[in-house]
């Protein structure tokens, strides 16, 4: 009988005669035993872990199935784009595995949409937002075990539970990764230019190549903080169905109002054009849901200090000396209400010190000033960074 190591191999083998990308793809990552995993496979952090003994009864059929899903996975780039701030483990896997098995390939191993009772065909992130409200925000104990979420837990049977766990566990190690997914979209163009797709169907193909449309901009990386500082505000409640389970079971809710801090820089390096730009993102968080955002202005120091309850049309801005961050830094580690924190700059200043663990998101205004700060910003954690396109901005 052949071990579980041996099937890969020859599974592995195959795809280097009949699916170049499927092999290429698969060589990105290292292949590693894990006996530890939930799941039969997971990836993340640039491996591919198995384990032997939730394989052990697999046919080889079955194990190609199960390792195609997780190459699928890469190739969509769940593990390393569109990764939200603290998110619900169990409900990126399940998302993922959804939108492979309505956009790519039916597998008996995956829910599709109608198990949830969700629409077809939507999109990973819709998919994800929308078992948010289903799937149980399950966190993992160093000891492998799982922590409850607020009571919820003991309301699901076993086998509920087993499932949401092993799906918690599977995207545990799930993170942006700009590099890796450029990675994989090298080997996506190669496919799209040498026609070498091996077996994958017309619609795998199309899903596959629309994930290349998807950038690393401001637009999806502010639509992520927006969504990671609103979701630390979810509640459970009775008082609102389950999607899933009715009122048998808790639903979740949202507290609307946002505490969250701005921080624009109005030195002398700045344009006015940067400045108009700048406005006009912060407008965007209004149809966000958003009500009220807290605005400074700094340079060397706080110049300014006012509240947006609505977009604004003009907002005239005083300063236009130096740059130092630590002004902006300080104000916000002192006002705990506030949950995340956005600086629009060009990054030119001394890099500062941030002394507490909390979100700060770093909007540059080009790709050159990106591509100077974005080293030091995320050697903070919880910070990030992205820029302005300097064409077609807006």
């Known amino acids: ?36 995993i939930l799941c039969p496979f997971r990836t993340g952090k640039r491996r591919i872990e198995y384990n032997p003994v939730l394989l052990k009864n697999y046919s080889e059929d079955e ?66 937002k929308e078992l948010y409200y289903i799937c149980p925000d399950l966190k993992i104990n160093s000891d492998g075990s799982m922590k409850d979420y607020e009571g919820l837990m003991p309301a699901l049977g076993d086998g509920e539970t087993w499932e949401y766990q092993a799906a918690a566990n599977a995207s545990e190690f799930w993170d942006e990764d700009e590099e890796m997914a450029d990675k994989i979209n090298r080997q996506i163009e190669k496919a799209q230019k040498t026609n070498q797709w091996g077996s994958l169907s017309g619609d795998f193909r199309e899903t596959i190549s629309a994930s290349l449309k998807i950038p690393m901009d401001y637009r999806r990386i502010l639509s992520q903080f927006r969504a990671s500082i609103i979701s630390q505000r979810r509640k459970l409640t009775r008082m609102k169905p389950n999607r899933r389970y009715g009122f048998t079971y808790m639903g979740s809710q949202f507290e609307p109002k946002t505490h969250l801090l701005v921080a624009v820089d109005v030195s002398g390096s700045i344009e ?61 580690e002192a006002h705990s209400e506030y949950q995340g924190l956005i600086i629009f700059t060009d990054g030119y200043a001394e890099i500062p010190r941030i002394r507490l663990c909390k979100q700060i998101l770093w909007i540059l205004t080009g790709k050159e000033e990106y591509d100077s700060a974005v080293s030091w910003i995320k050697d903070f954690r919880l910070n990030r960074a992205t820029w302005i396109p300097k064409v077609n901005r807006g």
């Open 272 to 332: 006015s054009d940067d400045l108009q730009n700048f406005f006009s993102i912060i407008n965007r968080f209004f149809s966000y849901g958003v009500e009220a955002i807290q605005v400074i202005a700094f340079d060397t120091e706080i110049k300014q200090e006012f509240e947006l309850k609505k977009a604004a049309k003009s907002i005239e801005v005083v300063g236009r000396g130096g740059t130092d961050f630590q002004c902006a830094i300080d104000y916000y």
């Open 63 to 128: 194990l190609e199935l199960a390792l195609e899903t997780e190459v699928t996975r890469i190739l969509l780039k769940h593990p390393y784009q569109r990764v939200p701030l603290n998110p619900n483990r169990a409900a990126l896997k399940n998302a993922s595995d959804v939108t492979i098995s309505e956009h790519c390939f039916r597998s008996e191993k995956l829910h599709d949409a109608r198990y949830y009772n969700l629409d077809t065909k939507l999109s990973y992130e819709e998919y994800y």
């Open 1 to 36: 009988m052949m071990s579980v190591i041996e099937k890969i191999s020859r599974v592995v083998d195959r795809w280097f005669l009949y699916e170049p990308l499927l092999f290429n793809t698969y060589c990105t990552h290292k292949l590693e035993e894990n006996t530890q």
